[in-house]
């Protein structure tokens, strides 16, 4: 699924148009965004203690030294 958002100042001119192209494409929508402010507020986030915690998912080392290998 394909979604063609048009922003709202300008849906008076393109969503019309835009729609009528895509009218007979079934994997295109098209919507209308009218969103009025970001879903995450900057810098009024959750305290840190309830913040994820990012962990590094790379394989740790192994312990110890590796045997040395002499070319021969």
Known sequence: MIYCVVPEPLADELYPKLSEYY???????????????????????PAPESRREVR?????????????????
């Open 23 to 45: 009218k007979d494409d079934p994997n295109v929508t098209v919507i209308i965004d009218r969103r009025k402010s970001e879903r995450r507020a900057h810098g009024d986030g």
């Open 56 to 72: 590094d998912r790379r394989r740790p080392r192994a312990a110890g030294d590796f045997p040395r290998i002499d070319p021969e």
